[in-house]
Protein backbone atom coordinates (compact mmCIF):
# COMPACT_ATOMS: atom_id res chain seq x y z
CA UNK A 1 0.00 0.00 0.00
CA UNK A 2 1.70 3.66 -0.95
CA UNK A 3 1.93 5.63 2.09
CA UNK A 4 0.10 8.65 0.66
CA UNK A 5 -2.72 7.96 -2.17
CA UNK A 6 -4.62 10.59 -4.40
CA UNK A 7 -6.99 11.11 -7.06
CA UNK A 8 -4.83 11.30 -9.92
CA UNK A 9 -7.90 13.52 -11.82
CA UNK A 10 -7.85 15.41 -13.82
CA UNK A 11 -10.46 17.84 -12.49
CA UNK A 12 -11.14 19.97 -15.36
CA UNK A 13 -13.06 22.95 -13.97
CA UNK A 14 -14.08 26.51 -15.32
CA UNK A 15 -12.68 29.64 -14.51
CA UNK A 16 -14.60 30.81 -10.99
CA UNK A 17 -15.68 27.53 -10.20
CA UNK A 18 -14.60 25.59 -6.56
CA UNK A 19 -12.67 22.24 -7.03
CA UNK A 20 -12.31 20.42 -4.07
CA UNK A 21 -9.80 17.07 -3.71
CA UNK A 22 -8.26 14.31 -0.70
CA UNK A 23 -5.05 12.56 -0.01
CA UNK A 24 -4.83 9.50 2.04
CA UNK A 25 -1.56 8.64 4.43
CA UNK A 26 -1.30 5.29 5.79
CA UNK A 27 1.04 6.28 8.34
CA UNK A 28 -1.21 7.32 11.66
CA UNK A 29 2.05 8.76 13.27
CA UNK A 30 2.77 11.24 10.51
CA UNK A 31 3.06 14.55 11.76
CA UNK A 32 3.38 17.40 9.22
CA UNK A 33 1.43 17.45 6.08
CA UNK A 34 1.95 20.18 3.25
CA UNK A 35 0.61 20.52 -0.45
CA UNK A 36 3.33 21.13 -3.57
CA UNK A 37 1.88 22.32 -6.79
CA UNK A 38 3.96 21.37 -9.67
CA UNK A 39 3.37 22.92 -13.12
CA UNK A 40 4.39 20.87 -16.30
CA UNK A 41 7.93 20.33 -16.67
CA UNK A 42 8.95 22.20 -13.69
CA UNK A 43 10.08 21.73 -9.98
CA UNK A 44 7.91 21.32 -6.80
CA UNK A 45 6.95 24.52 -5.06
CA UNK A 46 5.36 24.59 -1.51
CA UNK A 47 1.73 25.71 -1.96
CA UNK A 48 0.95 25.56 1.97
CA UNK A 49 1.17 23.70 5.27
CA UNK A 50 -1.38 21.83 6.46
CA UNK A 51 -2.19 22.62 10.42
CA UNK A 52 -4.33 20.87 12.48
CA UNK A 53 -7.07 23.38 12.71
CA UNK A 54 -7.05 23.76 9.08
CA UNK A 55 -5.80 27.09 7.09
CA UNK A 56 -6.58 28.90 4.61
CA UNK A 57 -4.22 31.19 2.13
CA UNK A 58 -6.21 33.24 -0.07
CA UNK A 59 -8.29 31.19 -1.96
CA UNK A 60 -6.68 28.35 -1.02
CA UNK A 61 -8.14 26.09 2.25
CA UNK A 62 -6.41 23.16 3.87
CA UNK A 63 -7.95 20.98 6.15
CA UNK A 64 -6.81 17.94 8.28
CA UNK A 65 -8.71 14.76 9.08
CA UNK A 66 -6.22 12.68 11.54
CA UNK A 67 -8.85 10.29 12.86
CA UNK A 68 -9.70 9.27 9.21
CA UNK A 69 -6.26 9.90 8.01
CA UNK A 70 -7.02 12.57 5.22
CA UNK A 71 -5.95 15.67 4.11
CA UNK A 72 -8.05 18.17 1.77
CA UNK A 73 -7.22 20.82 -0.81
CA UNK A 74 -9.99 23.20 -1.50
CA UNK A 75 -9.72 26.06 -4.47
CA UNK A 76 -11.77 28.43 -4.48
CA UNK A 77 -12.58 30.85 -7.05
CA UNK A 78 -10.55 29.03 -9.70
CA UNK A 79 -8.44 31.22 -12.15
CA UNK A 80 -6.60 29.80 -14.98
CA UNK A 81 -3.46 29.78 -13.53
CA UNK A 82 -4.44 27.43 -11.04
CA UNK A 83 -3.58 24.74 -13.42
CA UNK A 84 -1.58 22.58 -12.00
CA UNK A 85 -0.67 19.33 -10.57
CA UNK A 86 -1.03 19.23 -6.99
CA UNK A 87 1.04 16.86 -4.64
CA UNK A 88 0.11 15.91 -1.40
CA UNK A 89 3.54 15.54 0.92
CA UNK A 90 3.43 13.81 4.65
CA UNK A 91 6.47 13.75 6.89
CA UNK A 92 6.33 10.49 8.86
CA UNK A 93 6.81 10.55 12.87
CA UNK A 94 9.85 8.73 13.17
CA UNK A 95 12.38 9.64 10.30
CA UNK A 96 13.63 12.11 8.18
CA UNK A 97 11.76 11.18 4.91
CA UNK A 98 8.86 12.81 3.38
CA UNK A 99 6.34 10.72 1.03
CA UNK A 100 5.10 12.55 -1.80
CA UNK A 101 1.69 11.39 -3.66
CA UNK A 102 1.53 11.30 -7.20
CA UNK A 103 -0.24 14.34 -7.63
CA UNK A 104 -3.82 15.56 -8.39
CA UNK A 105 -4.14 17.61 -12.01
CA UNK A 106 -6.28 20.40 -12.54
CA UNK A 107 -6.91 22.05 -15.30
CA UNK A 108 -9.00 25.54 -14.93
CA UNK A 109 -10.61 26.13 -18.54
CA UNK A 110 -11.86 29.86 -19.71
CA UNK B 1 20.53 34.09 -4.04
CA UNK B 2 20.86 31.13 -6.78
CA UNK B 3 19.10 28.59 -4.48
CA UNK B 4 19.10 25.35 -5.50
CA UNK B 5 21.13 24.25 -8.79
CA UNK B 6 21.20 21.01 -11.06
CA UNK B 7 23.32 20.34 -13.62
CA UNK B 8 22.85 18.87 -16.21
CA UNK B 9 19.36 19.67 -17.53
CA UNK B 10 19.18 16.74 -20.33
CA UNK B 11 21.29 13.85 -20.43
CA UNK B 12 21.42 10.70 -22.43
CA UNK B 13 23.16 7.93 -21.13
CA UNK B 14 24.34 3.90 -22.68
CA UNK B 15 23.79 1.29 -20.51
CA UNK B 16 26.21 0.16 -18.47
CA UNK B 17 28.07 4.19 -18.44
CA UNK B 18 28.51 5.78 -14.96
CA UNK B 19 27.97 9.23 -14.31
CA UNK B 20 26.79 12.25 -11.54
CA UNK B 21 24.67 14.72 -11.20
CA UNK B 22 25.44 17.87 -9.36
CA UNK B 23 23.30 19.42 -6.33
CA UNK B 24 24.15 22.89 -4.94
CA UNK B 25 22.30 25.36 -2.73
CA UNK B 26 23.39 28.25 -1.66
CA UNK B 27 21.27 28.85 1.19
CA UNK B 28 23.22 27.03 4.04
CA UNK B 29 20.58 24.23 4.39
CA UNK B 30 21.05 21.26 6.60
CA UNK B 31 19.25 18.78 4.65
CA UNK B 32 19.34 17.73 1.50
CA UNK B 33 17.73 14.87 -1.12
CA UNK B 34 17.64 13.29 -4.15
CA UNK B 35 13.83 12.46 -5.39
CA UNK B 36 13.06 10.74 -8.89
CA UNK B 37 10.08 11.22 -10.25
CA UNK B 38 8.02 9.19 -12.80
CA UNK B 39 4.77 8.94 -14.66
CA UNK B 40 2.05 7.72 -11.72
CA UNK B 41 4.29 7.25 -9.19
CA UNK B 42 5.19 10.52 -7.42
CA UNK B 43 8.56 11.25 -5.92
CA UNK B 44 10.68 8.95 -4.48
CA UNK B 45 13.45 9.39 -2.39
CA UNK B 46 16.28 8.30 -3.42
CA UNK B 47 18.90 9.69 -0.59
CA UNK B 48 19.30 12.34 1.67
CA UNK B 49 21.44 13.78 4.25
CA UNK B 50 20.82 15.90 7.54
CA UNK B 51 24.22 17.99 7.37
CA UNK B 52 27.97 17.27 6.19
CA UNK B 53 29.39 13.89 6.49
CA UNK B 54 25.68 12.44 7.05
CA UNK B 55 23.97 10.55 4.18
CA UNK B 56 21.09 7.87 4.46
CA UNK B 57 19.40 5.63 2.36
CA UNK B 58 15.53 6.85 1.25
CA UNK B 59 12.69 4.65 -0.45
CA UNK B 60 14.73 3.36 -3.75
CA UNK B 61 18.58 3.73 -3.12
CA UNK B 62 19.85 0.88 -5.25
CA UNK B 63 22.20 1.88 -8.40
CA UNK B 64 22.74 5.00 -6.70
CA UNK B 65 25.22 6.70 -4.26
CA UNK B 66 25.78 9.79 -2.54
CA UNK B 67 28.54 11.88 -0.65
CA UNK B 68 27.93 15.27 1.27
CA UNK B 69 31.24 16.96 2.03
CA UNK B 70 30.62 20.07 2.10
CA UNK B 71 26.96 22.00 3.14
CA UNK B 72 26.52 23.14 0.08
CA UNK B 73 26.95 20.02 -2.41
CA UNK B 74 25.41 16.93 -2.77
CA UNK B 75 26.44 14.91 -5.89
CA UNK B 76 24.11 11.54 -6.76
CA UNK B 77 26.46 8.89 -8.73
CA UNK B 78 24.70 6.26 -10.99
CA UNK B 79 26.86 3.73 -10.43
CA UNK B 80 26.27 1.80 -14.01
CA UNK B 81 23.35 3.23 -15.60
CA UNK B 82 20.25 0.76 -16.50
CA UNK B 83 17.32 1.83 -18.86
CA UNK B 84 15.07 1.39 -15.31
CA UNK B 85 17.00 4.84 -13.90
CA UNK B 86 15.38 6.82 -16.86
CA UNK B 87 13.36 9.41 -14.87
CA UNK B 88 13.37 13.14 -13.93
CA UNK B 89 15.49 13.50 -10.84
CA UNK B 90 15.19 15.94 -8.59
CA UNK B 91 17.59 17.54 -5.66
CA UNK B 92 16.18 19.34 -2.74
CA UNK B 93 17.11 21.26 0.07
CA UNK B 94 15.66 22.79 4.01
CA UNK B 95 16.92 24.46 6.44
CA UNK B 96 14.94 21.13 8.72
CA UNK B 97 12.62 18.85 7.36
CA UNK B 98 9.18 20.33 8.48
CA UNK B 99 10.05 23.20 6.53
CA UNK B 100 9.86 24.34 2.63
CA UNK B 101 11.53 21.82 0.66
CA UNK B 102 13.17 24.35 -1.99
CA UNK B 103 13.68 21.94 -5.30
CA UNK B 104 16.30 22.23 -7.98
CA UNK B 105 14.75 22.61 -11.92
CA UNK B 106 15.46 18.67 -12.77
CA UNK B 107 17.78 16.62 -14.43
CA UNK B 108 16.25 14.66 -17.41
CA UNK B 109 18.03 11.39 -17.99
CA UNK B 110 17.47 8.73 -20.71
CA UNK B 111 19.30 5.77 -20.45
CA UNK B 112 19.25 3.72 -23.96
Known amino acids: RKEVEQDPGPFNVPEGATVAFNCTYS??????FFWYRQDCRKEPKLLMSVYSSGNEDGRFTAQLNRASQYISLLIRDSKLSDSATYLCVVLGGNDYKLSFGAGTTVTVRA | NAGVTQTPKFQVLKTGQSMTLQCAQD?????MSWYRQDPGMGLRLIHYSVGAGITDQGEVPNGYNVSRSTTEDFPLRLLSAAPSQTSVYFC???????????FGPGTRLTVT
Open chain 2, 27 to 31: MNHEY
Open chain 2, 92 to 102: ASSGDLPSEQY
Open chain 1, 27 to 32: NSASQS
